[in-house]
DNA sequence: AATGAATGAGGATTCATTCAT
DNA sequence: GATGAATGAATCCTCATTCAT
């Protein structure tokens, strides 16, 4: 019998390979073979278990959609207050492991790539849809019927926080994204708001 | 017989044919065959004109961002109160000009561009500053020092729903862009928020 | 438990397997990994009993040429005058087994592989000289000395028939080749046929 | 203005290298690298004026049935009488243009192309349908209704001396192609032959 | 001013083959 | 006996870029 059960492990390399080199690169113009090498394996392997570069960046993708999605369920389950709730769907939204600069830039490009791919659309779409429905869920006990409205603009907000995070990098950056969306969720909770104009 | 003063136009054909191919490939990996092809000419005079691939996109880059800042002030020079230049800066953004979905992926792909290229980042971080700048002045005179908390969230709510528009397209979006964000003013402009948490 | 005498079963299987994938590909394009697929093993296997593929092409190419051979060998043992020997040499060249479509595909790629590969090319050339030497014999008692003449070209048509065979497939095929082929024996045997011009 | 006209030049050279390197090799499995090096040029050169590898070998089989074609025309025009004809279209098939070894070899190949590519298939039907209805024309006044039949069978035996001759080569071949052809010609003239049997 | 001609470099992908288990 | 693991080598194709005219 061969050396077994090698697959899990493989492609587990390949898919945090690719988040680094997008990370390092800025683009999607990564190569297989660099992420390979960073994987410690020829491109070939790497083809052999994703098929294609394709599957490989949808194997990303998905990943980094998982790790967002675990960490949030489990900021959640230790909750009690439905204010304790939204605050730590944002603050998760920040946390250590989603912010670094290389999920970042890899979360730019997926979204890059879903103009074109079908699928990768899909999942950012499922993520959207999922940070809205979250927020709202946590919010409505707090302040009923405008939850969606307020919801629609957290995560909004969020996304263009992410976006201005890839422009970061080295300047003295002032404010910080987390105090940024936390204002807007106590501005949210505060008062009468309505919606539009 | 040469034609005189062509220069100019076959930049500003160059650069717009760019940003359509951005727009219809939703990459910067559109070839500089296929944008010189779209504006009437060969790729060799592209080269001729432009230098390189890289400052193609660095022109058309500046074009977009040009475009968007004379809007704005256009807008702008129209408007007497402080609520209406909030209120122009808002609907500039989504204008029909600047909102089409070419010139939005664009911007998406100009943020990737701006990891590796500083120039582009530069631009971005311009474009950034002009925004919170111009709306901090607009709503110092409503909101006075929460100007600037209310200007940050604004701007990056803005960022937020032009990276959701990317994954818009087909699909039923009820909630209109301009929407949101004049809905989030109209909260920042309400009442006592507070920054943070 | 090491099961016993398997190799001859795996062989068999791979050598069918062969034909068969060349049958579907129409070309000696066909990978070790499909060929293995097929006949139900790795394409580690199949190297382990063949050392390559091009032994496993030399081997199917060598069990075409046998069975083809053996089912002559069985027609003739049936016959009794020369006239019936003849006929079921060329009936035996377009038996059911021999003129399968994958057989006829194989064939032609046996030629292919004939010019480069000296060991393909010398058992084609035996059995030319096989089928030659057949016929030879069979018409000799018939028309003497003309019979070298004529097995020359009922052999010749035969090579032509399976080529054109590989062209034939879907279209309404008037001419069937049996006819074809014994049309020209019955013409051989007919009359006074000089050779040459 | 740029060098001009280079484009049939350059097609043709790399059809002639195709047709070339496949006698060389005996097989499609000629890279565009080594064609387009004989041709005197990059490969990626080919690419421009080709598209595809594909479309190279197109190009060598419609060069290939063309002169062939043109050359069947030119001696069928300097003939006189229905006998010529038939003798003409016979030399034509191996004419030292069209026998030499390596259109041969092409020729051979192609068939195997036609098993997977339609466009071949249907070049090589346009070319079996024409060499009949040559013979059939040619020696319809000969012989009456028989053409046909006759026609079908010198047809199919030409394709088989071609195939035969892919495995000539070096031994001393004592069946001249020609003689054999011609040989049938002269017996199908001769006499009272009925089809199949 | 303008372009066809031309290429070097690079990248995704495939595959026969080997090896450790 | 049997196979998953692994790779080096090869090939098609693309593209930015240069150049002669």
Known sequence: MPKLGMEPIRRAALVEATIHEIGVVGTLDVTVSRIAKRAGMSSALAHHYFGSKDQIFMAA?????????????GALSMTKTPLERATAIIRTSFSAMNFRSEVVAAWLNFYVLAQTHPEAKKLLR????????????????????????????????????????????????????????????????????????
């Open 126 to 197: 499922i993520y959207q849809a999922r940070l809205r429905s979250n927020l709202t869920h946590a919010m409505r006990p707090l302040i009923g019927a405008r939850a969606d409205a307020s919801a629609d603009r957290i995560a909004a907000l969020i996304d263009g926080l992410y976006l201005r995070h890839t422009l970061g990098g080295t300047s003295p950056n002032p404010e910080d994204p987390v105090a940024v969306a936390l204002g807007l969720l106590a501005q949210e909770l505060e008062g009468g708001g309505r919606d539009a104009g």
């Open 61 to 73: 993708m998905r990943h980094t959609l998982t790790v967002y999605g675990a960490e949030v369920r």
